[in-house]
């Protein structure tokens, strides 16, 4: 009975039968397939082996035209730009610029023009194109001013009712002592000097008016109105202006009068 050979399954008659053409030619076939691959397969390594270096016909990068194993690319050789180069804001449509990176506006474009303030100063135009900053006040609590021209400048409250131009205003409260008379006068001194003075209290039904500018530096009648009940400008009433101290008393025993009532709290209200 026929077999096969094991590696190229090559048929093998037995002894004992005819002799088959079909089975020859079919094992020749099988055996030029092999040796075909196995001639192939020589040629390939030969041929490696004589372009490999060392071999025959060595490849070089150059011979093929690669570049070498180890090599640098400009970037102009790859076709990107320098690593220093520049932009027109057109060519920018995207992304977030870094805050450091931003320009100091001038105040021409809609800027500041500064890089920095000075804390808690104010900041006016001090000229066409230049922003500036109001140095601190000499005096606290002074006021913003400015004329019909020029820079805007600092004015104290001193300053400015000196100038006349605010009226100055003082309140205050005195406790009667019972005494009437030129012997017991009553004074009060303010801060500059008074030109209307009103004095009253809720216990008394007498309050008084004195208009300052009419009096004089002596006691001297009527120096003030009694305006409590019936309305009268006594000529027993006496009052004068020392500097900055009004003072004044009733000739005649009503204490009320004189607005000196004992444990009567009065309460002024000074203008000047």
Known sequence: ?????????????????????????????????????????????????????????????????????????????????????????????????????????????????????????????????TLGQMAFPAVAGSLLRQGTSGAPYWTSLADLMAEGGIAKIAIGSYTGTGTVGSSSPNSITFGFAPKVVFIASNASSHWGLFCVPLLLTTYSSPGYANLGGDPVVNTANYAKLSGNTLSWYLDGTNVSMQFNNSGFVFKYVSIG
């Open 1 to 129: 009975m026929a077999s096969n050979t094991p590696n190229y399954d090559l048929k093998k008659p037995a002894t004992t039968d005819f002799y088959n053409v079909e089975d020859q030619n079919a094992n020749m076939d099988k055996l030029d397939a092999a040796l075909k691959v196995l001639a192939d397969g020589k040629a390939a390594s030969a041929h490696a082996a004589q372009h490999a270096t060392g071999g025959s016909d060595p490849v070089t990068p150059e011979s093929i035209g690669a570049a070498e194993a180890g090599h640098t690319h400009t970037p102009a050789s790859i076709g990107a730009a320098a690593a220093s180069h520049s932009h027109a804001a057109t060519d920018i449509t995207s992304g977030t610029l870094s805050t450091a990176r931003l320009p100091t506006v001038p105040v021409s474009n809609g800027g500041t023009g500064k890089t920095s303030w000075t804390a808690n100063q104010l900041i006016y135009p001090s000229a066409t194109t």
